[in-house]
């Protein structure tokens, strides 16, 4: 997989559930029912949180300014915002056709271009424990409790 094709599907799924966490506060908003909120909520918040490590991750081996990264990272909490910013960086050839610090790339400058050449290197291994860090991170947030009381 791409830089360019993971980046744009984490981006479109964070606009489809933002779409499903809408509908859900409308359904229950007219009394329907409470129950589909806390299934929205919580795939909402599993997918944000993935596109939140996708997006680090394609904006280091992009070597994106420091600016467009972090404007990736504030619009996720837009609703449908990710995917306006996916075409734009897209449109702006910010979108890698491969992994710059891939097998047979670039060589790493510093730490940061080190670990993300060696999660590429062991792309199972390392999506595993992405996926683990997400989940931990995730419960936490859920026990927590949702962000407005």
Request: one cysteine or more; a positive charge.
């Amino acid at each position: 997989m791409t830089p360019r094709s993971l980046f744009k599907t984490f981006a479109f799924a964070e606009v489809i559930t933002w779409a499903f966490l809408i509908a859900a506060m409308i359904v229950r908003g007219i009394g329907a029912t409470d129950a589909l909120v806390p299934i929205a909520g919580g795939v909402h918040g599993f997918v944000f949180l993935a596109y939140c490590v996708v997006t680090v991750i394609v904006w280091i081996d992009g070597r994106w300014r420091a600016g467009r990264g972090i404007l990736g990272l504030v619009l996720s909490v837009v609703p449908f915002a990710t995917w306006p910013f996916e075409v734009f960086t897209d449109r702006a050839g910010l979108l890698g056709r491969t992994w710059r610090l891939g097998k047979g790339g670039e060589d790493p400058k510093n730490f940061v271009e080190r670990l993300l050449a060696w999660v590429l290197s062991h792309v199972v291994l390392a999506a595993a424990i992405l996926a683990v860090l997400v989940v931990i991170v995730f419960l936490i947030l859920l026990r927590l409790g949702p962000p407005i009381g």
